[in-house]
């Protein structure tokens, strides 16, 4: 193990003088100088203070701020598997269409395969979107479909697709905001997405927010693995940790400052398999999420990721550590300690008690979302702290399982427990292998026997005294240790395992209620009288949403065209049936379709739709009256008086050989004249001996008739 002998490799010139001045040879002082300084100070770094008393940003506040549109995006890593939310860093927009960039991951990635989701919908895309020359992927089901293109780089790229920089290329001085061939993002993972607005009447239902959320599931960055020596993508607890300290921008490691135990025992015991109670298994530890990193140092930016591991770091001299959350058995048993005095505390002060914990972790099922697990309470320590309730809350935002956060959450109960210590204490020269997160057992003889039991090493300060008790050099080495026990990390999925309730998340909008279905009348009844004339119109209804609405929508369209945007309706328009109802102007003859949904608080409804709805018009027109007709030399003069009515408009004449008006033909076209008014006509090139038959009507607006009138009839001249 990493926790043995982990010597500090540095030679101290200073030391080896106060030895040579005290008598020693200078073989002897080199000697001395060089045993010395090979034992660094160490001290175990509890990241579950930090985690559960240094609140950090959940999940969903880390996506929040990473989907605000901006040109100097954070600089975050995405490890494991999960779903990243991508920053806009450019969606300018051309003609109908926008053509954005969103920042994935401030690094190449793996992402092999991927799904992406906009405004948490999903967008099932067909096509190669890793061909940045190429068409992209395109969506193929509603609402995207024939409305959105997909490019994605993965880091390895030199350019934008090649349709941003010919469809959407930068023109300097007319179109400097689109794109040039260097916008390129070098380096990054980024995804490239061309969004067509669609027809105006389906864009609020498409795209809710511009630019729309942008979140892609997959796997991410690329990790070495210093076991293998190859660099591929992970989600080993240990490797990512070792990962964002060694690349971070802020103060990388060397891999000379990491100390091994990050390169071989953590890995390991985060690779190692534990059972589940639904008959599976999964790794010990795994890591998930986005870390974003800020001003600060480092390490306090990793403790969230360290907690959802149940690791600590250690400092070992001048290197850092990986305390895996494991036990680690006793490596040395301690039958004395130096020193005149020590102290034995065996109780916390209240503000840093818990006896009751929430945790809080990365939920798949939820789309990576936080969850939060059953509150543990801690067995026994409510009564042990005389029934005063401490509650803290620990998140875990890089703990992708929720079986692995029941596991931490056990883990940091029982170690937050912890009262009893030894402080102040000198362990003796057999101690020097151990280091902070290392146990040792502590076997004392009475009276000091009731202290015995396994520790572990929360400091330990290896010196020397150049001249110890019998005058010569002596080993010292002060410690703090905390009473440990191997129960903590017991795990027995039939009875620690809790059932999680995991809600599938439904893309539909339904947080408002669609309306009733519609019902329309049409004809005289809805049709307005403006005393000149006529308007149709349909009069649709529809029974409220039984959710809390500020108003309702409604869009109509001539079948097969468009759908156009009719008029908002308030909430509290009721008819005498309590329907919600409005009016569409239309033209008699033609059909349409109308379609209606709610507003409210919590979004819009689906859509209530129509179809094959014509508005009527019904005119009872007066017949023309006073008819006559006169024959003549191979023509008949007809005459009718128009009525007196306020809806005429014109006269038709129409003749026939018999004296029936279905068998009649129009002679001519209508005749628009006033009303009260003597029109006549004249039927040419009869004939001899011919007798006809007339019969006139009136027309009015909207193809409006009257009955056909009494025939008249005439016969030409012999």
């Given at each position: 193990m990493p926790f043995l002998a982990p010597l500090v490799a540095s030679i101290t010139s200073g030391i080896s003088s106060v030895a040579t001045a005290l008598g020693f040879s200078a073989a002897t002082s080199a000697t001395i100088a060089s045993s010395v300084v090979k034992f660094g100070a160490s001290f175990l770094i509890n990241s579950a203070i930090s985690a559960i008393f240094g609140k950090k940003p959940k999940a969903q506040d880390v996506a929040r701020d990473l989907a605000q549109p901006t040109t100097a995006p954070a600089y975050r890593f995405v490890y494991g598997e999960c779903r990243a939310t991508g920053t806009p860093v450019g969606t300018p927009v051309n003609g109908a269409k926008i053509y954005g960039a969103w920042l994935l991951n401030s690094r190449a990635s793996d992402l092999s395969t991927f799904t992406l989701y906009l405004d948490k919908r999903e967008v099932v895309l067909t096509g190669n979107a890793f061909d940045l020359t190429g068409a992209g992927a395109t969506a193929t089901e509603a609402p995207f479909l024939n409305h959105v293109n997909v490019w994605v780089s993965r880091g390895d790229h030199t350019a934008p697709p090649t349709e941003f920089t010919t469809d959407a290329a930068y023109v300097g001085g007319t179109a400097e905001h689109l794109w040039k061939t260097t916008d390129a993002w070098k380096g990054r993972t980024m995804i490239w997405l061309k969004l067509d607005a669609g027809a105006s009447g389906e864009r609020q239902?498409?795209?809710?927010?511009?630019?729309?959320?942008?979140?892609?599931?997959?796997?991410?960055?690329?990790?070495e693995d210093p076991r293998t020596g190859?660099?591929?993508?992970?989600?080993?607890?240990?490797?990512?940790?070792?990962?964002?300290?060694?690349?971070n921008p802020i103060r990388g490691y060397q891999s000379g400052q990491i100390h091994a135990s990050f390169d071989l025992d953590g890995p390991n015991a985060c690779d190692e398999v534990v059972a589940l109670n639904s008959g599976g298994s999964e790794a010990r530890y795994t890591c998930a999420g986005t870390l974003v990193f800020s001003d600060g140092e480092i390490e306090d930016q990793l403790n969230p990721m360290m907690m959802s591991g149940a690791a600590d770091f250690i400092r070992i001299g001048g290197k850092l550590g990986y305390a895996a959350g494991v036990y680690r058995a006793p490596t040395e048993t301690l039958t004395y300690l130096l020193g005149d005095s020590f102290e034995f505390p065996d109780m916390l002060p209240g503000s840093e008690l818990v006896n009751q914990l929430r945790v809080t972790y990365l939920s798949p099922a939820r789309g990576f979302e936080t969850a939060e697990l059953t509150p543990l309470d801690i067995p026994g320590a409510l009564d042990s702290d005389g029934g005063v309730s401490a509650v803290k809350t620990m998140d875990l935002p890089f703990c992708p399982s929720a079986t692995q956060a029941m596991r931490v959450r056990k883990i940091t109960g029982l170690r937050l427990r912890r009262q009893e210590r030894i402080q102040g204490g000198t362990l003796p020269p057999e101690a020097f292998n151990l280091v902070g997160g290392a146990t040792a057992a502590i076997a004392l003889p009475a009276p000091y026997d009731a202290l015995n039991g396994v520790y572990e090493i929360e400091g330990i300060h290896p010196g020397f005294d150049p001249i110890g008790e019998s005058g010569e050099v002596a080993m010292r080495m002060p410690a703090s240790l905390v009473k440990h026990d191997a129960t903590i990390y017991d795990w027995t999925p039939a009875t620690d395992e809790e059932e999680v309730f995991n809600v599938t998340y439904d893309s539909t909008r339904t947080g408002t209620a669609s309306p009733g279905s519609i019902s329309v009348t049409t004809g005289d009844a809805v049709n307005l009288s403006t005393g000149g004339g006529i308007i149709p119109r349909i009069r649709f209804a529809f029974d409220p949403s039984t959710s809390s609405i500020t108003a309702y929508e409604w869009q109509y369209r001539e079948t097969a065209g468009d759908y156009q945007s009719g008029n908002l309706i308030g909430q509290e328009v009721r008819d005498g049936s309590g329907k919600v109802f409005d009016y569409l102007t239309g033209t008699p003859g033609q059909t349409y379709e109308i379609r209606v949904r709610a507003i409210g608080p919590n979004g819009t409804s689906g859509w209530v739709e129509i179809t094959g709805v014509t508005p009527v018009v019904n005119i009872t027109i007066d017949i023309p009256i006073e008819g006559a007709a006169v024959g003549g030399a191979g023509q008949i003069t007809v005459s009718f008086r128009t009525p007196n009515d306020a809806d005429f408009r014109a006269i038709e004449f129409y003749g026939s050989n018999t004296n029936d008006s279905g068998a009649a033909s129009l002679i001519g076209t209508a005749i628009y004249t006033s009303q009260n008014t003597i029109v006549?006509?004249?039927?040419?090139?009869?004939?001899?001996?011919?007798?006809?038959?007339?019969?006139?009507r009136s027309r009015g607006d909207y193809n409006s008739a009257s009955a056909f009138t009494a025939s008249v009839s005439a016969t030409t001249d012999p």
């Open positions: 239902e498409r795209w809710p927010s511009t630019p729309p959320l942008v979140e892609v599931e997959g796997q991410w960055s690329l990790i190859t660099t591929a993508w992970s989600e080993n607890h240990a490797l990512c940790c070792r990962d964002a300290l060694m690349n006549s006509i004249t039927e040419s090139s009869l004939g001899t001996s011919v007798t006809r038959y007339y019969f006139a």
